[in-house]
């Protein structure tokens, strides 16, 4: 079965262009996460859904930052205008609520830079 | 604000060494998942622990978590340079399935 599928796996842009980065979870999941990585700061929880609606965004560290699930299979994660500082690996992760495991199943990532 | 401090922070050792890792925090929790993230993908969950003083064993990997359930460790035996990789504890956030990471300890196994 495939796993969590992210793209694009790296992205480099200039500050103040928009990024979108985009995420397919595991088929049969109701949960859906955003998370970023950074040495400085280690894997943050920025939004997470339940059944593609947003329940926690408190993460989100500001309002350039925007996620979207539109249906089961999809979601996004768009930062409008980007900033040196939001280089990141930025991660999608799906689980199935209720499991007893709770266990995240994660992506490969995508790795933004941006200059 | 981190919840879980993960000591030590970085960790480097010779093959064959044992080696322990702590997740340490002053709140309380129902359970403690602990998670390996290898370079360049993302974090796999190794266990999951529940009851306090609970030790599991996964091969050469035993975690323990806390009496008190505040806390956790991770010891490896006879390490391998297949154990390199970034360890993170992680905790269950209020809305029950959303998961908070710990600082993370990076160990690197050398040949």
């Known amino acids: 079965d495939a796993g969590v599928i992210q793209s694009p796996r790296h992205e480099v842009t200039e500050m103040g262009q928009e990024v979108t980065l985009r995420c397919k979870p595991i088929?049969?999941?109701?949960?859906l996460f955003w998370y970023r990585q950074t040495m400085m700061r280690g894997l943050e929880l920025l939004i997470y859904?339940?059944?593609?609606?947003?329940?926690?965004d408190s993460g989100m560290p500001e309002d350039r930052f925007s996620a979207k699930m539109p249906n089961a299979s999809f979601s996004t994660l768009k930062i409008q205008p980007s900033e040196p500082r939001d280089s990141a690996v930025y991660f999608c992760?799906?689980?199935?609520?209720?499991?007893?495991?709770?266990?995240?199943?994660f992506g490969e990532g995508s790795r933004l830079t941006v200059l | 604000t981190q919840l879980l401090e993960q000591s030590p922070q970085f960790l480097s050792i010779q093959e064959g060494e044992n080696l322990t890792v702590y997740c340490n925090s002053s709140?309380?929790?129902?359970?403690l998942q602990w998670y390996r993230q290898e370079p360049g993908e993302g974090p796999v969950l190794l266990v999951t622990?529940?009851?306090?003083?609970e030790v599991k064993k996964l091969k050469r990997l035993t975690f323990q978590f806390g009496d008190a359930r505040k806390d956790s460790s991770l010891h490896i035996t006879a390490a391998q340079t297949g154990d390199t990789g970034l360890y993170l504890c992680?905790?269950?956030?209020?809305?029950?399935?959303?998961?908070?990471f710990g600082t993370g300890t990076r160990l690197t196994v050398i040949p």
């Open positions: 992680a905790h269950r956030g209020p809305g029950a399935n959303n998961l908070f």
């Open positions: 992760a799906s689980s199935f609520f209720g499991a007893d495991t709770g266990e995240l199943f």
């Open positions: 088929s049969g999941h109701n949960s």
């Open positions: 622990v529940v009851t306090g003083g």
């Open positions: 709140s309380v929790f129902s359970s």
């Open positions: 859904f339940n059944n593609n609606v947003p329940i926690d």
